[in-house]
């Protein structure tokens, strides 16, 4: 007849831990918008068509269906609680970010060139941020997606692995596409695709399976 009272109290004390267990919301405790090179990285309004062209003549052209779009994000610099359950959601002090995204989508639905700008954290409880791009290419069903570093925003060393940025997009002094030749080009390739950049200019070309479309002026 002891059981029902003792099981009770433990359910007691176990509802009163995990209620005092609870984290507390997010607290935003600062803002940070995007550095000036990644607003000035693309001259896009969103409102525009890209129109590429193949060494055959063919032409694909893009257009963004929601336009330019400008958004936020936390980011997290000080996880200040974690509830005391497996798998368990836990609140950070965080500084709110600013992002810009593009979304081209080719005129015959096979293609697509997704653009975002955003800024993260370097070291954790620290105020060290950097802006990044996130470029992703999928022309079917194979797709890409790499990064680069923009901006450092802050004094001191940063090194490329102690970030999230993974794969690397790589900084070409030169390319050769078309008969043409490309100076300071962001390149990435992998699964028979590659897409291309320029600073000020966004997208030149991408690239499947050896057979290159260049951007028309």
């Given at each position: 007849?002891?059981?029902?009272?003792?099981?009770?109290?433990?359910?007691?004390?176990?509802?009163?831990?995990?209620?005092?267990?609870?984290?507390?919301?997010?607290?935003?405790?600062?803002?940070i918008g995007l550095g000036?090179?990644?607003?000035?990285?693309?001259?896009?309004?969103?409102?525009?068509?890209?129109?590429?062209?193949?060494?055959?003549?063919?032409?694909?052209?893009?257009?963004?269906?929601?336009?330019?779009?400008?958004?936020?994000?936390?980011?997290?610099?000080?996880?200040?609680?974690?509830?005391?359950?497996?798998?368990?959601?836990?609140?950070?002090?965080?500084?709110?970010?600013?992002?810009?995204?593009?979304?081209?989508?080719?005129?015959?639905?096979?293609?697509?060139?997704?653009?975002?700008?955003?800024?993260?954290?370097?070291?954790?409880?620290?105020?060290?941020?950097?802006?990044?791009?996130?470029?992703?290419?999928?022309s079917g069903?194979?797709?890409?997606?790499?990064?680069?570093?923009?901006?450092?925003?802050?004094?001191?060393?940063?090194?490329?692995?102690?970030?999230?940025?993974?794969?690397?997009?790589?900084?070409?002094?030169?390319?050769?596409?078309?008969?043409?030749?490309?100076?300071?080009?962001?390149?990435?390739?992998?699964?028979?695709?590659?897409?291309?950049?320029?600073?000020?200019?966004?997208?030149?070309?991408?690239?499947?399976?050896?057979?290159?479309?260049?951007?028309?002026?």
């Open positions: 007849m002891r059981s029902l009272p003792y099981l009770f109290s433990l359910s007691l004390a176990a509802a009163l831990l995990l209620a005092s267990c609870r984290c507390p919301p997010d607290e935003k405790i600062g803002e000036e090179n990644a607003r000035s990285f693309f001259p896009y309004e969103g409102t525009e068509t890209l129109t590429f062209q193949n060494a055959q003549g063919a032409t694909v052209t893009f257009s963004a269906p929601r336009g330019r779009e400008e958004g936020t994000d936390q980011v997290c610099i000080n996880t200040i609680c974690t509830e005391a359950r497996y798998n368990s959601p836990s609140s950070c002090e965080y500084f709110e970010s600013d992002n810009i995204r593009y979304i081209w989508v080719s005129d015959d639905k096979q293609r697509l060139i997704d653009l975002l700008l955003f800024t993260e954290v370097y070291e954790q409880e620290t105020e060290n941020f950097y802006d990044a791009l996130q470029v992703s290419f999928a069903a194979p797709s890409v997606e790499a990064y680069y570093l923009l901006q450092q925003r802050f004094s001191g060393d940063l090194k490329i692995d102690n970030t999230s940025l993974d794969p690397i997009m790589s900084l070409q002094e030169s390319v050769d596409i078309q008969n043409q030749t490309f100076t300071n080009v962001l390149r990435y390739r992998g699964n028979n695709l590659g897409i291309y950049l320029q600073a000020g200019k966004g997208v030149i070309a991408f690239e499947e399976s050896g057979n290159f479309w260049l951007l028309q002026e």
